[in-house]
């Protein structure tokens, strides 16, 4: 199931969002939010894989809101103004619901989100209910290596190499050093906190950092890089916190 969030100020336009959700087999609603504070809010706690959204919001719009995401779900944005269509694509929303609008719009949309939403998380050419649920998808090497089970390939990849991982649904993508381009994998976040060591550490339900990794902490985001902000749960800000309390220096 896909997992979306519906975000509109208008009480109706979400009603009728809700609504629309709730028809299609493959969605299940997160949440229906009156505001993209309140989006915020749910994303720390959950994990989204597409967000419906409206533009004109007061407090944060819309296209603020999906710019300052570190890792943005997939995006369609629903709005009465269509001059925001032009502006919607240049934050790689893949599909633009012009308001009102009505069921059969809103399912092409849906079957665009599914569309995306398999490429990015089907890593093998294996159904993953066809993975018998014994067999690993990771082991620890003799030395301070791991190997991941990506493709057709089982691939030992340097601890250190990691600088973060990611959760996408059933899948783990991993953040490496020495390449661009991350390893996806099937595995859970669980398993993957049992593999690595002490200087890795949960910050949210999606995301666990190599703290050796860590550039800077601004607010209730862990900045890794150059447009990589990523965003500390609540139930796991207090441990963050006093691993930053023990390491940082003042008079």
Known sequence: MIRVLAIDDEPLALQQLEAYIRKIPFFTLCKACMSALEAQEVME???????????????????DFVRQLAAPPLIVFTTAYAEYAIEGYRVNAIDYLLKPFGLQDFQRAALKVKEQYELRHVATHEEPTARPSTAPSASKGDDDTVFVKTDSRTLRIAISDIRYVEAMSEYLKLHLESQPKPVVTYLSMKKMEEFLPQNF?????????????VREVNKNRVIMGPEEYLPIGDNYRDRFNDYLDNRTLSR
């Not at 706690?45 to 296209?63: H, K």
């Not at 550490?201 to 990794?213: A, C, E, G, W």
């Open 201 to 213: 550490m949960r910050i949210h339900r999606s995301y666990i950092v190599n703290l050796d990794k």
């Open 45 to 63: 706690q959950e994990v989204v894989d597409a967000i419906f959204c409206d533009i004109n919001m007061p407090d944060l719009n819309g296209m």
